[in-house]
């Protein structure tokens, strides 16, 4: 079982949706990282979250510490937003808490 | 008001020829880091450089993998004798001391 799971792997929008995107994971964590990679494209950083909530235009991110578990929330979707999102979380361990472990990544497509 | 760059930005190798991927990271930015993603993968930890140290390069999948950082600040990731599983998208990131990381646009390796 790999220790970040992302669902669902892919998903398909009509423009103006919201959209969820969900990781897991199994293992401690000082942070979680939301990244976003378009195809050919380089990895562009949305949030790093330890704890609550971050809001940056339209998109949303939470994080409950408890239930390991994350969410990047899209509102009014549009098809610019079009890409692979990726969820990374960094060890809390003092030896390995420069590590990022990546989940798989969720293609998302939106339709106009 | 550069940021992660990596060059090339494609390379076809036979198999068997040696590559070598270079890394240059924001000006000032302690912490480099190298990745492999696979197609359809999320991205690996190959390894961790602290200036010019390396102090984890326990991801690198085996002694084909070298990297190097002499001086602090470009980076160059050489593999040699290169074999078909290891095209995949080498990916460079840096960060100040090992928070949010900023990711280059990746070197595609594909070997024939």
């Known amino acids: 079982k790999n220790e970040v799971e992302q669902s669902p792997q892919n998903l398909t929008a009509q423009e103006g949706e919201f959209i969820t995107i969900n990781c897991s994971y199994s293992?401690?964590?000082?942070?979680l990282h939301w990244l976003q990679q378009h195809p050919g494209g380089g990895i562009v950083s949305l949030f790093m979250l330890s704890s609550g909530k971050k809001k940056h235009g339209r998109l949303i991110a939470t994080i409950n510490i408890q239930e390991k578990h994350s969410s990047l929330h899209i509102t009014a979707s549009h098809p610019r937003d079009s890409a692979v999102y990726i969820c990374a979380v960094r060890g809390s361990s003092g030896g390995s808490n420069y590590k990022l472990t990546f989940g798989k990544g969720t293609l998302l497509t939106v339709n106009p | 008001g550069a940021g992660v760059s990596q060059s090339p930005r494609y390379k076809v190798a036979k198999r068997g020829q040696d590559v070598a991927l270079r890394c240059d990271p924001i000006?000032?930015?302690?912490?480099l880091f190298w990745y492999q993603q696979a197609l359809g993968q999320g991205p690996e930890f190959l390894t961790y450089f602290q200036n010019e140290a390396q102090l984890d390069k326990s991801g690198l999948p085996s002694d084909r993998f070298f990297a190097e950082r002499p001086e602090g600040s470009v980076s160059t990731l050489k593999i040699q004798r290169t074999q078909q599983e290891d095209s995949a998208v080498y990916l460079c990131?840096?960060?100040?001391?090992?928070?949010?990381?900023?990711f280059g646009p990746g070197t595609r390796l594909t070997v024939l």
């Open positions: 293992v401690g964590i000082s942070a």
């Open positions: 000006s000032g930015h302690v912490s």
């Open positions: 990131a840096s960060s100040r001391q090992g928070n949010e990381q900023f």
